[in-house]
């Protein structure tokens, strides 16, 4: 990844911790459409009121029979109609735009006067931050553009999905986020700088249904030692219920889904035991460990972690045999990883001394012992942060993990292990 072009950074996720007085930059507003020209014509009219005009608004069509009437200065793009491709859209309104921060709306997804100011307000001074506000709903069927969306839609409000206010209470507006962040970021109202934006490759057009999209790059941005801020204080009012409150059938759900586990590595959203999408942890084994050694620590951690991926060198490899999870020491850690557990003396234990490990890092320390020095854990989002900014003060260390796992001892043999005895 570049270097950052511009801002600070913070340590951990305190992005209420960003300096003041950051420069303005250049705004665009990417609007996605389909078919709703009543509430576009709302939305662009609450943009033209806007504390802090956006420099641009692109409205982004994806596929209307029509092509939608925009008010003179407001810059239209179309894709063709082929099923829902709402990341693919939000992609091409980049392209047709130039401010240096991004917020992204839906056409019925109508701002509040302060919306903008408040949304750039923190991209401007920590440009790796992804922030989303606050989506009210309400039934605005019948209101004027020119009505004002700050007083009709209190009048009109529907229920807000009380999971998602219950998440971002409970994490202080994702202050306290972690790695299950990504499931309380919506695309309908977000904001990013362009040059994150371009680190991260913008929203994966493989989705192309309902769903799903804003997640995933919200979880791609959190890996790569980025911050997620809520502002609640940003609103946007949606024209009729959340998602959740609609009839939406099984097949759809599953989809969506399924869409989210093939491309996250996070618990919460990926698969728990199939070996499909990306692996959290990426552990790598020292060239230098025994046969023996090498084969009850594998075995040990993935009976435990089965979706890990396991680094050998190529003797290693071929000792233990086709498996889907070894890879070669030598290959590059991948992206979407979390953590990097570096292995240089064996270890072994039951499930819950693996998941204890694993569960220690809690996003405060860049790197923690493990077993006396005989491994570390790495968190490698924030390493990564560190690396962009090369300020090593945002990957700090940490204490020693406490952990029941036992280290390797010459008494240890395979039999032992799989017998249940080793260590005994």
């Known amino acids: 990844m570049s270097a950052p072009p511009y801002g600070a950074s913070v340590t951990g996720n305190r ?41 641009e608004v692109v409205v982004a069509d994806d596929g209307s029979e029509v092509p939608p009437v925009l008010p003179a200065g407001v810059v239209l793009v179309r894709q063709a109609d082929d099923g829902f491709r709402a990341a ?50 309400a039934d ?43 499931r309380f970021v919506i695309g309908a109202v977000l904001a990013c700088s362009r040059w994150w934006y371009d680190e991260l490759g913008g929203f994966d057009e493989t989705f192309r249904a309902y769903g799903g999209e804003d997640w995933e790059l919200a979880h791609r941005a959190w890996t790569a030692g980025g911050l997620l801020a809520h502002r609640r204080d940003a ?23 399924t869409s989210v586990a093939d491309r996250t590595s996070a618990p919460g959203t990926t698969w728990r035991g199939l070996l ?13 460990l025994g046969d023996t050694e090498l084969m009850v620590t594998v075995d040990s951690l993935l009976a435990a972690l089965p979706r890990a991926v396991v680094r050998v060198g190529e ?16 290959d590059e850690l991948p992206a979407t990883a979390r953590l990097h557990l570096v292995v240089r003396r064996g270890l072994f234990g039951d499930v819950q001394g693996w998941a204890e490990l ?8 860049a790197t923690r012992e493990v077993a006396g020095g005989g491994a570390e854990l790495q968190d490698l989002r924030l390493l990564r942060r560190a690396a962009r900014w090369d300020r090593p003060d945002l990957a700090p260390s940490g204490p020693p993990v406490v952990t029941r796992l036992q280290q390797w001892s010459d008494g240890v043999t395979l039999a032992s292990w799989l017998g249940g005895w080793a260590g005994a």
Do not use: C, K
């Open 15 to 55: 992005w209420d911790q960003a300096p003041s007085g950051a420069s303005r930059r250049t705004v665009s507003v990417v609007v996605a459409h389909y078919e709703q020209q009543a509430q576009l014509d709302r939305t662009l009219a609450a943009l033209a009121r806007q504390t802090r005009p956006p420099d």
């Open 88 to 137: 693919a859209v939000r992609n091409l309104g980049v392209a047709a735009s130039t401010g240096e921060v991004l917020v992204f709306l839906d056409a019925d997804t109508t701002p509040e006067p302060h919306l903008v100011e408040r949304m750039v307000a923190l991209p401007e001074a920590l440009p790796e931050v992804l922030v989303v506000g606050r989506r009210r709903h």
């Open 315 to 330: 003797r290693h490899r071929i000792l233990v045999g086709h498996d889907p999870r070894v890879a070669r020491a030598e």
């Open 235 to 257: 609103v946007a009012w949606h024209d009729g219920p959340d998602a959740a409150a609609r009839a939406r059938g099984a097949d759809q759900l599953l989809a969506e889904t």
């Open 276 to 288: 499909r999408g990306p692996a959290d942890l990426v552990v790598t084994l020292d060239p230098g």
């Open 358 to 365: 694993v569960r220690e890092m809690d996003g405060t320390a």
């Open 140 to 182: 605005l069927t019948g209101t004027s553009p020119d009505d004002a969306v700050e007083e009709v839609g209190p009048l009109r409000e529907l229920d807000e999905p009380e999971w998602l206010r219950s998440a971002y209470a409970a994490s202080r507006d994702l202050l306290d986020a972690d790695g299950s962040g990504h």
